[in-house]
């Protein structure tokens, strides 16, 4: 089920700092009280393989989404402990040295169940009991909420699909535009492109400008 347009979840969850400092991150009031955009995306386990390049490709724009005013912060089931051991293993070793967000360590999976990205089911053998399979942790989901706390993105890659940065930085452009404007981004739109207001005559105006 899509949770786009709708609040993120209301919950605190712990979390690690590059510097190793034990936090609490509640996802929703660091949008609605710091009045800025989160980009909250997910991964499967620390130590891994795809993981740590996005990671690093996160931490490589974290620039750019600063000029944004979006917090980028990263999740996934480990503990803490974990967390900072890979946050101290050296890049060329495969680790996350260098990465500075916050990385939430949802050990209970109570956020990853509240958002249905766990890669878990069960059915009942002949004696009624329940047999779990899947991995038990998340796929590679990705949230963009907005200053008000509400959902405007959300995206599911199988684990072993990386993302493309750059997509969510369009992403945040456009919608940014439409709150600054009022106006709708049209497929493919980038920043400084036409955009569109939200009725017949200006999408067909668009359409005949714009032919390819």
């Excluded at 786009?4 to 400092?21: L, Q, R, T, W």
């Excluded at 963009?144 to 969510?168: A, C, Q, W």
Aim: proline share 4%.
């Amino acid at each position: 089920m899509s949770l786009v347009g709708k609040k993120f979840p209301n919950v605190a969850i712990d979390a690690m700092s590059e510097m190793g400092d034990d936090l609490k991150i509640n996802i929703f009031e660091e949008s609605t009280k710091n009045e800025q955009k989160i980009l909250l995306f997910w991964y499967p386990n620390d130590f891994t393989f795809v993981c740590p390049t996005e990671l690093h490709a996160f931490q490589e724009a974290l620039p750019e989404f600063e000029k944004r005013n979006t917090k980028i912060i990263g999740a996934s089931c480990d503990s803490n402990e974990v967390h900072f051991a890979w946050l101290n293993t050296p890049k060329d070793n495969g680790g996350i040295e260098g990465v500075t967000y916050p990385i939430l360590a949802d050990t209970h999976r109570q956020l990853a169940n509240i958002l249905g990205i766990v890669d878990q089911d069960f059915e009942y053998d002949e004696e009624g009991n329940e047999n779990y399979t899947g991995s038990n942790v998340t796929y590679r989901a990705t949230y963009l909420i907005d200053e008000t706390g509400k959902i405007f993105h959300e995206s599911v890659n199988d684990m072993p699909l990386g993302r493309n940065v750059k997509e969510y930085l369009r992403l945040i452009d456009a919608y940014t535009h439409v709150q600054k404007h009022g106006e709708v981004c049209p497929a493919n739109w980038e920043e400084g492109k036409d955009a569109m207001k939200a009725n017949r005559e200006s999408t067909a105006e668009y359409l005949s400008n714009h032919q390819n």
